[in-house]
């Protein structure tokens, strides 16, 4: 359905949304907080802009397109003109944790700790984006056949231009970084390789100050200097992001998940997540899914 040009497919078996697409000339859409239930896509058009996001602030201006996790709080305020789209998808519609190895969009352009959610855009990619928001809501007010395999064949196209843009846009960072206040130089990349190798069993901040040999004063100094976050932020959102892929993709139970991701108390670790992730591990199962099969349709119009 659409009301305002908003173009809504939804889930018969449960009738949430599925997949949505709309212009918007308002930025008031954004000025609170939110937190969906479904990955969200905004270009951003003109305006420059405070943007909040898992509770860091970044300014924003031109052409920019955000990517936002399912729950993941997000703010934009501004008092300026802006326009752009939103598209908004639920992992029923689309599984980036399941296509991961052809857009390698899980970890990099959503759910990623270590960088911003946005990517500048020139004018000329602002206008490839664009025009390809136009063909995608012209394709779900169709309801022809094939479509939501169309539907999704252009929004693989939109992740895999976006995934080359914020690659390119922050390249992976192997020299060693010195602190203009800091005489000690520190590869940033250790960091993030010693989190990705040991986040299930090592949680805190301690051990990997030891495994990097550095003090935990001076890691904790870098860490904030660089990804704006502490590294007990970091830990937990790497924790998180693995719990939401185990929820999503597998049968596990809520104890087996807690108990490979280093948690001996099943309860701990559920308050864990409903502080990192605003909703218990339960809630995040049944809103968004574990293997779920998802007929979709697309209502009369209004």
Not at 24 to 38: T, W
């Amino acid at each position: 359905m659409y009301t305002h040009d908003r173009y809504t497919m939804v889930n018969p078996q449960n009738g949430n949304l599925a997949f949505s697409i709309y212009p918007f000339e308002d930025s008031a859409l954004f000025s609170s907080l939110q937190r969906y239930n479904y990955f969200s896509l905004i270009l951003w058009n003109g305006a420059a802009a405070d943007l909040t996001a898992d509770f860091t602030q970044y300014p924003i201006s031109g052409h920019v397109l955000l990517a936002f996790s399912p729950f993941q709080p997000f703010q934009l305020q501004t008092n300026e003109a802006v326009r752009g789209w939103v598209i908004d998808f639920h992992p029923e519609f689309f599984c980036i944790f399941r296509h991961h190895a052809e857009i390698s969009a899980n970890g990099f352009l959503f759910n990623n700790s270590y960088q911003p959610p946005y990517i500048q855009l020139t004018q000329e990619q602002m206008n490839q984006f664009e025009g390809l928001a136009q063909q995608m809501a012209a394709e779900v007010q169709k309801v022809d056949l094939a479509q939501q395999e169309l539907l999704i064949s252009y929004l693989k196209i939109i992740l895999i231009q976006a995934v080359r843009l914020k690659r390119a846009q922050f390249p992976a960072q192997e020299e060693p970084i010195t602190l203009p206040d800091h005489p000690e130089p520190f590869v940033i990349q250790k960091l993030k390789d010693a989190i990705e190798q040991h986040y299930r069993r090592k949680h805190a901040p301690s051990d990997y100050a030891d495994l990097l040999n550095i003090s935990p004063k001076a890691l904790a100094k870098i860490t904030r200097y660089h990804f704006h976050k502490t590294l007990t932020d970091l830990i937990s959102d790497r924790i998180v992001i693995e719990a939401k892929r185990e929820l999503y993709l597998t049968p596990k139970t809520i104890k087996e998940v807690a108990h490979e991701l280093g948690f001996e108390d099943e309860f701990y670790f559920s308050r864990f997540f409903k502080r990192h992730a605003t909703v218990s591990p339960q809630v995040y199962r049944e809103t968004v899914g574990f293997n779920r099969a998802a007929g979709l349709s697309v209502p009369d119009s209004n």
